[in-house]
Nanobody, 122 residues
C-alpha cells in the first residue's frame, strides 16, 4: 500500500508565503516524477509544478517566479514553496507521483494525495 499525505495548507494574506509538503509512504520501490496540482471551486484541476527524480522542474505560467518545487529523495518528500501568493492561488492543492511498489517494481502507478486547502484572502 502506497500513500501520499499533504500538509502545510492554510489561510494566508495576499503577498504571503506557504510551504506545502507531501510525504510518500508504504511499500515503495522507486518514486519517479512528482507533481503538484490544484483545483479551485468550479474549475478543472490544473498542473502547478512538476519535478523529475533527477531534479528537473517545470511550472505553470501563472506561478513561474513565485512557486518553487523541490524534493528530498531520501525522505520521499516533495515540497512546494509558494511566495507572493494571490487570491487566485486559492484552491485545494494535490500531490501526485509516479511510483513503483515493492510488489511490482517494474510497473509505475499513479498516486494522489487527499489534498490540502490553500486560501489567500485578507
Amino acid at each position: 500500500q502506497v500513500q501520499l499525505v499533504e500538509s502545510g495548507g492554510g489561510l494566508v494574506q495576499p503577498g504571503g508565503s506557504l510551504r506545502l509538503s507531501c510525504a510518500a509512504s508504504g511499500s515503495i520501490f522507486s518514486i519517479y516524477d512528482m507533481r503538484w496540482y490544484r483545483q479551485a471551486p468550479g474549475k478543472q484541476r490544473e498542473l502547478v509544478a512538476g519535478i523529475t527524480r533527477g531534479g528537473a522542474t517545470n511550472y505553470a505560467d501563472s506561478v513561474k517566479g513565485r512557486f518553487t518545487i523541490s524534493r528530498d529523495n531520501g525522505k520521499k518528500v516533495v515540497y512546494l514553496q509558494m511566495n507572493s501568493l494571490k487570491p487566485e492561488d486559492t484552491a485545494v492543492y494535490y500531490c501526485n507521483a509516479d511510483i513503483t511498489s515493492v510488489q511490482a517494481p517494474l510497473r509505475k502507478n499513479d498516486y494522489w494525495g487527499q489534498g490540502t486547502q490553500v486560501t489567500v484572502s485578507s
